[in-house]
């Protein structure tokens, strides 16, 4: 494939060595326990599976090619991973931006180093129970007290929340300033203040902690303050395509392994005297999903290419993640209906990657949202010509 060079071919190696040594071994453990070890976040760190984007200056992979977190997708939705892979995204393709690029020179010191080498998980806190795709609905409030800042608020929905030492949190510092009144802050394991709510139990991902967040008093020094103050809400907006982005390619890399699956099976499995692929309805299914899945990541790799050069726009990333995150939906259905009733049973991946996927359409953003910036972007282009 033109889109992978042999870089991301030993790479890939690597990757493969890892999961099969270090995650598939424990994997039903930590969908049982409904949590990761932090031991596989240090093995991570140790293999280059974490900190890929993070300079060498700070331990990391020092580039910021995003084929090669593309090969941790792939490898991990090979591997029915997704629990585990879906951390590791959180951690690479959002907080480690974040502090990398709006932390100063001692932030970036201070955190990037143990969140590269696994060390350190990280987390962000945007939604809370009244506020989800509208964050300008935030009411987690950070006011100034003297050089510091007081934070007060609740987060849910929260990935890695359980386990997070690093927490990059949303506030309102200012209620009558718009979009200007939201600024990012850092909060760290042991804060006073700082407290965990349940272990939200989920649908899927079982494995992957997801947690209420709750700040009371927290008192945060400032230094604590990411990037600039009153550009919270403008520097998650900017980042949104990269999280989006990188919804889209864990759907699409979990849409491959279900048909790999699924198709692999049909041709094992034998009715009326006969392979089950060999019914015309069968190849029918397999010849649809496989064309769509092709298209699918014709697009979702063109866009890897213009977030690699820097031209990806949000519109672009919101077309890239409603699509192939409802791909995802039906190509997992459907897949799951060539196993018969074997699909339905959780011993097969297919049957796990059914109950996992039906987040993907509603986290980073609805569908229904992803739509709504298309539209709006369209409506403007038309009335602009």
């Given at each position: ?49 974490l900190?890929?984007g ?8 020092g ?52 969140l ?22 935030t ?25 997070a ?40 991902l ?41 919804i ?18 049909v ?53 890239a ?35 996992d ?7 980073g ?16 282009r038309?009335?602009?010509?």
């Open positions: 494939m033109s889109f992978y060079d042999t870089d991301h071919d030993a790479y890939r190696s690597t990757v493969r060595t890892f999961i099969q040594r270090d995650v598939i071994p424990h994997y039903q453990k930590w969908e049982e326990n409904r949590l990761v070890d932090r031991s596989a976040w240090s093995r991570a760190g140790e293999f280059g599976v900190g890929i993070v300079d060498e200056t700070y331990g990391g992979g580039t910021r090619d995003y084929r090669f977190r593309f090969v941790v997708a792939e490898e991990c939705a090979h591997a029915g991973v997704t629990s585990f892979s879906a951390g590791l995204s959180v951690q690479d393709d959002i907080v480690v931006p974040y502090i990398a690029e709006l932390g100063d020179e001692r932030q970036r010191r201070r955190w990037l180093p143990g590269a080498s696994g060390e350190l998980i990280g987390a962000i806190a945007m939604t809370e129970p009244g506020a989800g795709s509208d964050l300008q609905g009411r987690a409030s950070a006011v100034r007290d003297g050089d510091d800042w007081i934070l007060n608020g609740q987060k849910t929905f929260i990935t890695n929340g359980i386990q030492d690093v927490v990059v949190v949303l506030a309102r510092k200012d209620p009558d300033a718009g979009s200007r009144g939201f600024s990012l802050f850092v909060v760290e394991e042991g804060q006073h203040g700082f407290k965990r709510g349940r272990k939200l139990d989920k649908i899927g079982a494995a992957q902690d997801t947690a209420e967040l709750f700040f009371d008093n927290v008192r945060l020094s400032a230094g604590q303050l990411l990037g600039e103050q009153g550009r919270g809400l403008h520097a998650l907006m900017e980042r949104l395509p990269l999280e989006r982005l990188s889209a390619v864990g759907a699409l890399c979990s849409a491959e392994a279900a048909y790999r699956w699924g198709r692999d099976y041709f094992e499995r034998e009715a009326f005297g006969q392979p089950v692929g060999d019914f015309q309805h069968v190849r029918f299914t397999l010849a649809e999903l496989e064309t769509e899945l092709d298209v699918t990541r014709a697009y979702v790799e063109s866009a890897t290419m213009k977030l690699n050069a820097g031209t990806l726009s949000a519109v672009e990333a919101a077309k993640k409603w699509w192939a995150t409802e791909l995802q939906q039906r190509v997992v259905s459907r897949s799951l209906q060539l196993f018969g009733g074997y699909g339905y049973m959780l011993e097969y991946p297919i049957a796990r990657a059914f109950r996927a039906r987040i993907q359409t509603i986290y953003g609805t569908t229904e949202i992803m739509k709504e910036i298309i539209g709006r972007d369209i409506a403007a038309t009335r602009a010509a």
